[in-house]
């Protein structure tokens, strides 16, 4: 399986940016669609956005589109996620996971490997 780090989070004001990272380790990371779910505190993990492998194709929920874009550098073996215009309601635990296929789905039975988490917190 693929390995994934995440980082990048942080504490923003509601309004403000953030950049995700996640780094990836192994030669097959090009092979992986790659998505980006988040968890808020006391509810459930959620699909946030979702890139294919050469990055041509993108989906976002509906509580981020427009504000967030996915993208990735294969070179790098790197995932990113801008988050632009950021409420508290964004708040939540970040997590990216690769799949062989694209997929929208918020259950780890669906992806291949998922890193450990960065926390986002957006105050008021």
């Known amino acids: 399986q693929v390995q994934l780090v995440e980082s990048g989070g942080g504490l923003v004001q509601a309004g403000g940016s953030l950049r995700l990272s996640c780094a990836a380790s192994g030669r097959t990371f090009v092979t992986y669609a790659m998505n980006w779910l988040r968890q808020p505190p006391g509810k459930e993990r959620e699909f946030v956005a979702a890139i294919s492998w050469n990055g041509g194709s993108t989906y976002y929920s509906d509580s981020v589109r427009g504000r967030f874009t996915i993208s990735r550098d294969n070179a790098k073996n790197t995932v990113y996620l801008q988050m632009n215009s950021l409420k508290p309601e964004d708040t939540a635990v970040y997590y990216c996971?690769?799949?062989?296929?694209?997929?929208?789905?918020?259950?780890?039975?669906?992806?291949?490997?998922w890193g450990q988490g960065t926390q986002v917190t957006v105050s008021s």
């Open positions: 996971a690769a799949a062989k296929t694209m997929s929208r789905a918020s259950a780890w039975a669906v992806y291949d490997s």
